[in-house]
């Protein structure tokens, strides 16, 4: 018999099932069709002094991956101190890419630079990010707001972000304060595709990246199912006249463009139509590419030239190119493969998510390195079919020219880079915007470790002018013989 108090909490849980957080659209149009923000890799703003460039893209994983992240850029910033003072190698990052908790640290470092790793410890990684959320598992009416689309609004992550370390800060103050080109990485879940906060997506969309706060477009790419309703954003298709970019045309008719540049051009063809999109749909970034590096992988596809997406200027000058990911994923649970029954129920479900999200990942990576690896020969084809006149014109000088002197190393630094019984550790470490300060410090402190020993890190510094084998060691990296 269903006594008045379980039916009372029935009705409610039904009520709130209809009552799900529903998120208000968090961007405002556009009239001029045009974002003028230099945030993108096309914007020439990918400028360095002696021909090295460093990309750094930090993956998802709640505050854990934030953390993660910050430990990597504060080993980077301890090392060739020799080479460029203060902040190290940092001196060279002119690429940040973020999904979900790494979007974080993309954003800080991207609005804050170097000086801002002094107190992001403090001010993000050991509090609370999940004061204003509704989270506990054992709260029927969460579980229910949960199930019916989102437990959380937008008003509660974005709103702990802006209080603890974004102040409001918007894309405008983010392209202006140029500490490197910032990418945050959504997902798109109707047309299953990476969302980028770019000036071309939301030019599509006719509407004004400048004016939105930072703190939203972290929270979208945060916004993991269930825990959240997903971030709205409305297509303003009709406020402007919009011109679609030239690569997006070419794209349309060719049918041997890679089939994510042709995903890609789907997405923005749909947000001009209203009668496929009216409201954008954005979940956390994981979904489609927990890393972060398809927006380096589009940025070459849509090139159309041999050198982009850098300038003819920026080509001629590149020597050594450095694109590290931070991986801060735990490793595979293997306690239900260890019995003959299950998964069932929602373990078989996040099983299911979390393989479609791994192998998403994995392909996306794996892309990446190829089409750099391809980018560096078209390069060094470019470079070498140079008259001297046009080096001279380009490079300022023919003093050390070598046409094929430029070298690639990407890689991935993970829990798998530390020792077993600290991995062990990490990997007990949840996925969730709130940490104890002793799992934080732990995280960090793997991060430093695996960032010394990664081979591609210490390849990178040999082939640096100058960089001896006296300066790793000083850095407090394993000492590292020369080849």
Request: charged share 20%.
């Amino acid at each position: 018999m269903w006594t008045r108090s379980r039916i009372a909490i029935a009705a409610a849980a039904l009520i709130l099932i209809g009552c799900s957080a529903t998120n208000a659209p968090i961007n405002s149009s556009l009239s001029s069709s045009d974002n003028q923000l230099d945030i993108s890799l096309e914007s020439n703003a990918f400028q360095s002094d002696d021909g090295i460039y460093i990309g750094l893209a930090f993956s998802g994983g709640g505050t854990r991956a934030s953390a993660f992240g910050y430990g990597m850029l504060q080993e980077l910033r301890a090392t060739a101190h020799d080479q460029y003072g203060r902040d190290g190698l940092l001196k060279h990052v002119n690429l940040v890419s973020g999904v979900s908790g790494g979007s974080v640290t993309a954003a800080y470092y991207g609005l804050h630079g170097p000086k801002g790793l002094d107190s992001y410890r403090e001010r993000y990684l050991t509090q609370n990010a999940e004061k204003y959320m509704s989270n506990s598992p054992y709260n029927p009416f969460t579980i229910a707001r949960g199930l019916a689309g989102g437990a959380n609004g937008r008003n509660t992550f974005a709103r702990f972000l802006d209080e603890s370390i974004f102040g409001k800060a918007t894309f405008a103050d983010l392209a202006k304060r140029g500490h490197a080109i910032t990418w945050i990485n959504a997902a798109d879940v109707a047309n299953n595709t990476p969302f980028l906060f770019s000036p071309e997506t939301f030019n599509a969309l006719c509407s004004d990246l400048g004016t939105l706060p930072v703190s939203e477009a972290v929270a979208a790419s945060a916004a993991f199912p269930l825990v959240f309703s997903p971030i709205v954003l409305e297509a303003h298709s009709e406020a402007c006249d919009y011109s679609e970019p030239d690569w997006l045309t070419a794209a349309r008719f060719n049918p041997e463009a890679a089939s994510a540049m042709r995903a890609y051009g789907q997405t923005l063809e749909s947000y001009r139509d209203p009668d496929k999109v009216k409201y954008v749909k954005l979940l956390d970034g994981g979904i489609t590419d927990n890393f972060g590096t398809t927006g380096l992988t589009m940025a070459r596809a849509k090139s159309e030239t041999p050198y982009g997406p850098l300038s003819a200027q920026e080509a001629v000058k590149l020597r050594r190119m450095l694109f590290l990911v931070a991986n801060a994923g735990v490793q595979s649970d293997y306690k239900w493969s260890k019995k003959q029954k299950g998964p069932g129920g929602l373990q078989l479900a996040m099983s299911i998510a979390n393989s479609s999200m791994s192998s998403a990942t994995r392909v996306g990576y794996d892309l990446m390195r190829l089409s750099l690896d391809d980018w560096v020969k078209d390069l060094t084809e470019f470079r070498c079919g140079l008259s001297r006149a046009e080096v001279r014109r380009l490079r300022g000088s023919l003093d050390g020219w070598d046409c094929s002197d430029v070298k690639l190393f990407v890689g991935q630094i993970s829990f798998h880079d530390v020792a077993d019984d600290e991995r062990e550790k990490l990997n007990a470490i949840p996925t969730r915007l709130r940490l104890k300060s002793e799992e934080v410090d732990l995280v960090i402190s793997a991060a430093r470790e695996a960032t010394r020993s990664n081979p591609e890190l210490n390849g990178f510094l040999r082939s640096i002018d100058g960089y001896s084998a006296r300066s790793i060691a000083a850095t407090g990296a394993r000492r590292i013989t020369p080849q």
